[in-house]
DNA sequence: TGATATAATATCGATACATGATATAGCTTC
DNA sequence: GAAGCTATATCATGTATCGATATTATATCA
């Protein structure tokens, strides 16, 4: 899978600690990523069905969340887009 | 316009030199990102349309390639995109 | 000359992904 | 037990990507 800004975030976020979606959109807006709840649901569920993530729900106060965390397989590929990001920001940087 | 890992690829290459579709797809491949002629020419033609880039067709042996040069507004997003990726990468790096 | 080869760009129909709007779920509190 | 709240889920539409196929403009060579 070929792996973009907001999905690196969320595989690296959910690498530290457990995200779930409504706050995870919010964290993102101020990186500066505006993203729809109605692209963000999908990109989570999608992670976990390809077993890169895996998710719990727990009841807080009457509001059911499903804080998602990285898989063995999430962090693989985490490393791969890491590569990946580290050589197009030192390729930027070259010519200034 | 939210620029992605190939697109920001393709300003900051025409920042440094004329390039054109076909050439650069092996250049692309060569950092290890496979992209069709059916998603990059498209790709060109909307950065141009949107007018980032600006492109000068040249006769090479009889084949025609249509070079392709960044314009000052795709040098503006280019700085923008910069920026967020090396805030992606600050982070990335951070809790290691 | 004119048939064939070549390197490149362009386009097409199918599939996948993103979006904003709307619906659903599960508690709490009154 | 109705209303409110926070969160997740889904839907219809629009946009992007893909692999395959068509088109273009010359060069080469019989």
Same mark, same amino acid.
């Given at each position: 899978?070929? *792996?973009?800004?907001?999905?690196?975030?969320?595989? =690296? =976020?959910? %690498?530290?600690?457990?995200?779930?979606?409504? !706050?995870?959109?919010? !964290?993102?807006?101020?990186? /500066?990523? !505006?993203?729809?709840?109605?692209?963000?649901?999908?990109?989570?569920?999608?992670?976990?069905?390809? /077993?890169?993530?895996?998710?719990?729900?727990?009841?807080? @106060?009457?509001?059911?969340? @499903?804080?998602?965390?990285?898989?063995?397989?999430?962090?693989?590929? *985490?490393?791969? %887009?890491? $590569?990946?990001?580290?050589?197009? $920001?030192? !390729?930027?940087?070259?010519?200034?």
């Amino acid at each position: 899978m070929e *792996l973009g800004f907001i999905r690196i975030h969320i595989l =690296h =976020h959910t %690498a530290i600690e457990p995200v779930y979606g409504s !706050e995870f959109q919010a !964290e993102l807006k101020r990186h /500066g990523y !505006e993203i729809a709840f109605g692209t963000l649901y999908p990109i989570f569920h999608r992670l976990e069905k390809d /077993g890169y993530i895996s998710s719990k729900k727990e009841n807080v @106060k009457g509001k059911i969340r @499903k804080y998602y965390n990285i898989t063995e397989a999430g962090i693989a590929i *985490l490393k791969q %887009a890491n $590569v990946k990001a580290n050589e197009l $920001v030192a !390729e930027l940087n070259e010519n200034d």
